[in-house]
């Protein structure tokens, strides 16, 4: 696949700049050769014929990833249940001589999912206040049956600073309700889930755990000087 028309690149590097200028950059822009750039996905799975709607939190690479999120983000959706994050955020300042792109808020998408018996809302939000400053936070919120089950949850894999959150699977048999993150046990209750007596709930560590020490792992930007030199020269950091 081949953006003929725009540079598959444009809205990244767009929201790379407004990123590095809030300090959220290392989480959105990694840069490798032929625009390996990282995107941070959510992925709703709604299968009524299993009776089952899975959530899950993730990042994809590569040129045609971007070229696709950018041209197809419909498609995309409808075909595959993904849904890029980074284009949720509201800019402002692109017109401005010269450019200064910023982020002043952000949109919300609410998904739909009817199973046999249920019906499941599911609403994403990118957080602009930057609960996890080495990632670009989901905030998720779920309803079954008008019932709110997660409310405001960080819904992201390698937040360092906070428990998350990054798989949710409701099953209708039994009405089980899976979720997988990395969190302390002991303080599930902090994690913006209501466990009502409706449902049974299972929780479950993420076998992938965040370095606690304060450097992201998935990130090979280490500071913010490497963040702009790599801007700079469009190349990896050392």
């Given at each position: 696949?081949?953006?003929?028309?725009?540079?598959?690149?444009?809205?990244?590097?767009?929201?790379?700049?407004?990123?590095?200028?809030?300090?959220?950059?290392?989480?959105?822009?990694?840069?490798?050769?032929?625009?390996?750039?990282?995107?941070?996905?959510?992925?709703?799975?709604?299968?009524?014929?299993?009776?089952?709607?899975?959530?899950?939190?993730?990042?994809?690479?590569?040129?045609?990833?971007?070229?696709?999120?950018?041209?197809?983000?419909?498609?995309?959706?409808?075909?595959?249940?993904?849904?890029?994050?980074?284009?949720?955020?509201?800019?402002?300042?692109e017109d401005e001589d010269p450019p200064n792109p910023r982020i002043v808020g952000?949109?919300?998408?609410?998904?739909?999912?009817?199973?046999?018996?249920?019906?499941?809302?599911?609403?994403?939000?990118?957080?602009?206040?930057?609960?996890?400053?080495?990632?670009?936070?989901?905030?998720?919120?779920?309803?079954?049956?008008?019932?709110?089950?997660?409310?405001?949850?960080?819904?992201?894999?390698?937040?360092?600073?906070?428990?998350?959150?990054?798989?949710?699977?409701?099953?209708?048999?039994?009405?089980?309700?899976?979720?997988?993150?990395?969190?302390?046990?002991?303080?599930?209750?902090?994690?913006?889930?209501?466990?009502?007596?409706?449902?049974?709930?299972?929780?479950?560590?993420?076998?992938?755990?965040?370095?606690?020490?304060?450097?992201?792992?998935?990130?090979?930007?280490?500071?913010?000087?490497?963040?702009?030199?790599?801007w700079r020269l469009r190349q990896p950091p050392r």
């Amino acid at each position: 696949m081949n953006c003929s028309h725009t540079n598959p690149t444009t809205r990244i590097q767009r929201l790379a700049a407004a990123l590095f200028l809030v300090g959220l950059l290392p989480a959105i822009f990694s840069h490798a050769a032929q625009a390996n750039f990282v995107i941070p996905i959510a992925r709703v799975e709604c299968m009524p014929e299993f009776g089952i709607v899975t959530i899950s939190q993730k990042s994809i690479r590569g040129e045609r990833v971007t070229c696709s999120l950018k041209e197809q983000p419909e498609r995309i959706a409808e075909k595959y249940g993904i849904y890029d994050i980074s284009s949720y955020f509201i800019f402002e300042g692109e017109d401005e001589d010269p450019p200064n792109p910023r982020i002043v808020g952000s949109r919300t998408k609410t998904i739909e999912c009817q199973l046999a018996e249920h019906h499941v809302s599911i609403t994403l939000k990118p957080d602009t206040s930057r609960p996890c400053p080495s990632a670009v936070t989901i905030r998720l919120t779920l309803e079954i049956e008008g019932v709110r089950i997660i409310e405001n949850l960080i819904f992201e894999r390698s937040c360092i600073q906070k428990d998350t959150i990054s798989l949710v699977n409701f099953n209708e048999d039994g009405e089980f309700i899976l979720l997988t993150g990395t969190f302390d046990d002991a303080r599930k209750d902090e994690l913006g889930v209501h466990f009502v007596e409706d449902f049974t709930f299972n929780l479950t560590l993420d076998e992938f755990r965040p370095d606690r020490s304060g450097q992201d792992p998935l990130s090979p930007l280490k500071t913010f000087e490497d963040v702009l030199e790599a801007w700079r020269l469009r190349q990896p950091p050392r």
